[in-house]
C-alpha cells in the first residue's frame, strides 16, 4: 500500500481503456443545459449514470431540483468516514453547450467519443464531463489502494446548468451549508496554461457586463438632407467608448483598474508564459495596459471590451443618419476591484467628458463574481508540492483563472478555500464544434489526482490544523 501503487493504478486504469469507455457513456447524454427540451436528460445523467457509480464507491447519494423552476437539478453524493477526519468538497458539471452536431468534422460527432491519434473528440469531453470522471477515476483507485479507505472525508456537488450560467447553484448552496460543509475545495475546470504543464489555479476573475447607448431621436433621416445638422449617435458613442479604453486596449478610468498587483500575485505570475501553445492566436504586444507582463495582463488585471456595437441598419445600410446606437461591453476584473462601482464610475467619466447624453446601465446578465485564494496559503503550497512530485514537473500556479466560473458560491457563500486542478487545454474547442480531450494529458491528469487524494489522505489533519 504506497502512493506509487496509487499512481500506477491510475494510470492503468487508462492504459485498460476502462476510463474511456466510461466517458464515452458520458458522452452519451445529451445533456444541453441551454436547451429547455433536455431537461429529462438532465436528470437521467446523475440518476442513471452518475448516482450508480459513486454509489458503488461508498458515497450516499441525493438529488434536488433546482430552487428555480425549470433548471436542471443538484446533486450531492457524500463519503463519511469519520467526523473527526478532514472533509474535501469536489464540484463538477455534468451539463454541456449545445452539440451544434451539423456543425462538426466529418466523421465526428457530439455524442459519442471518437478517438483519431492522441485526441479524444465529443461534446463535454474538456468541459466537464471528462474533467469530474477524472477525479471519481482517481478517487476510485486510491480507495482501492487503500483497501477501502481514504482517511478523509469526500463531498460532491454535481450541477446541470453550469452552460446556463449556474441558476440557483448560489441559492442552492446557501440551503445547505451542512450538507456542504468541508474545509477545502478540491476540483478541475477550465484549461491547463499549456497542455505540457499541470497547472493550479486559486480563483478566477470576475465579469461584468453593460450597456452603453444613444437615443437621438425616432427614426433615421437622409444624410443628403440632414447630414452635417443632425448628431449622429453612432459618433457620439464611439468617442464615449474610445475615452474608456483607446486604441491599444488601455483602460481610461482608473476607478475600473485595480490600483496594484499583489506582491505574491506578481511572484506566483514571474513564470507564466501565455500563448505560447500550438494553435493559440498571435498576441499584441502592444494591446492592453503597459508595463505589464502577458500574464499579469490575463490574470492580474482588468479588461474591457466591446462585445456588439450597433447602429443604423448593419444588415441593409442605407444613406441615411441613425437615431440610435448601442453597444454592449464587459469588465473582466479581479478581485481587487469591486464591481459594484463600476456603474457610477463609468457615469462620472462620462459626464466629465461631455457624453452625458450616452446611456449606461447593467444587464440582466447576472454578476459573476471575482475570487482568489492566497497564493501563499498552506493549501496552495501543498497541491503544488503534490503535483510536482507525481509529475516531475513544476506546475504552473495561477493566482486566479483569466475567464469566469461560479467560485465565489464555493469561496464566499460556503467559506472555503479553494485549489482548481484542470485537466483541459487552451485549444481543446470547447463550447465549439470538434470539442476534445488529449490523451496524454487525461492520463497524467489521473495520476496526479490519485497523488492529491493519497497526500490528502497523509496530510490533511495537519493543514487543516494549519489553516485553523
Known amino acids: 500500500m504506497s502512493r506509487n501503487q496509487a499512481i500506477d493504478h491510475a494510470a492503468e486504469h487508462f492504459d485498460s481503456g476502462r476510463f474511456l469507455e466510461r466517458l464515452n457513456r458520458s458522452v452519451g447524454h445529451p445533456t444541453e443545459s441551454q436547451n429547455p427540451e433536455r431537461l429529462g436528460e438532465l436528470y437521467r445523467y446523475l440518476e442513471s449514470f452518475i448516482k450508480p457509480y459513486v454509489e458503488g464507491m461508498g458515497f450516499t447519494v441525493t438529488i434536488h431540483d433546482n ?3 425549470g433548471r436542471g437539478p443538484l446533486m450531492i453524493a457524500t463519503r463519511m468516514e469519520n467526523s473527526a477526519l478532514p472533509t474535501v468538497l469536489s464540484y463538477g458539471h455534468g451539463d454541456v453547450v449545445r452539440g451544434y452536431d451539423a456543425q462538426w468534422r466529418e466523421g465526428l460527432a457530439p455524442w459519442q467519443v471518437v478517438v483519431e491519434g492522441d485526441r479524444w473528440y465529443g461534446r463535454g469531453t474538456a468541459d466537464n464531463k471528462g474533467q469530474h470522471l477524472i477525479n471519481l477515476a482517481a478517487l476510485e483507485q486510491v480507495i482501492k489502494v487503500r483497501d477501502g479507505t481514504l482517511g478523509f472525508n469526500v463531498k460532491l456537488l454535481l450541477e446541470m446548468g453550469e452552460e446556463d450560467g449556474s441558476p440557483g447553484l448560489s441559492q442552492f448552496c446557501a440551503e445547505h451549508p451542512q450538507e456542504l460543509a468541508a474545509d477545502v475545495f478540491i476540483a478541475s475546470d477550465g484549461p491547463r496554461l499549456s497542455a505540457a504543464r499541470p497547472t493550479l489555479f486559486l480563483g478566477s476573475r470576475g465579469v ?28 457620439i458613442l464611439a468617442n464615449a467608448l474610445a475615452s474608456l479604453v483607446d486604441q491599444k486596449g488601455q483602460v481610461k478610468v482608473a476607478a475600473l483598474k485595480p490600483k496594484a498587483i499583489p506582491a505574491a500575485v506578481k511572484a506566483a505570475l514571474a513564470d507564466i508564459e501565455v500563448g505560447s501553445g500550438p494553435g493559440d492566436p498571435a498576441i499584441d504586444p502592444n494591446w492592453g495596459e503597459p508595463g505589464l507582463s502577458g500574464s499579469e495582463k490575463v490574470f492580474g488585471w482588468n479588461t474591457l471590451d466591446v462585445l456588439t456595437f450597433k447602429t443604423g441598419n448593419p444588415e441593409a445600410p442605407v444613406h441615411a443618419i441613425p437615431g440610435r446606437a448601442w453597444a454592449l461591453c464587459h469588465i473582466r476584473f479581479t478581485v481587487d476591484s469591486d464591481y459594484q462601482t463600476f456603474i457610477p464610475a463609468i457615469r462620472a467619466h462620462l459626464d466629465a467628458h461631455g457624453f452625458d447624453q450616452v446611456q449606461v446601465q447593467g444587464t440582466k446578465m447576472d454578476v459573476m463574481h471575482a ?4 497564493p501563499n496559503s498552506p493549501w496552495v503550497r501543498w497541491a503544488s508540492d503534490s503535483l510536482a512530485r507525481t509529475t516531475a514537473k513544476q506546475p504552473a500556479l495561477l493566482p486566479n483563472l483569466g475567464g469566469s466560473l461560479p467560485n465565489d458560491v464555493f469561496a464566499e457563500v460556503l467559506g472555503l478555500p479553494t485549489v482548481w486542478i484542470p485537466h483541459s487545454y487552451p485549444a481543446c474547442s470547447q463550447h ?5 480531450l488529449l490523451a496524454p494529458v487525461v492520463r497524467e491528469s489521473l495520476q496526479i489526482m490519485a497523488g492529491i487524494f493519497w497526500d490528502l489522505g497523509e496530510d490533511g489533519p495537519r493543514l487543516v490544523k494549519e489553516c485553523a
Open 208 to 235: 461584468f457586463n453593460f450597456e452603453l447607448s444613444v437615443t437621438c431621436r425616432e427614426g433615421a433621416h437622409h444624410s443628403g438632407n440632414w447630414g452635417g445638422l443632425l448628431a449622429n449617435p453612432g459618433i
Open 432 to 436: 465549439a464544434p470538434n470539442e476534445h
Open 67 to 69: 430552487p428555480v423552476a
Open 371 to 374: 475570487t482568489r485564494l492566497d
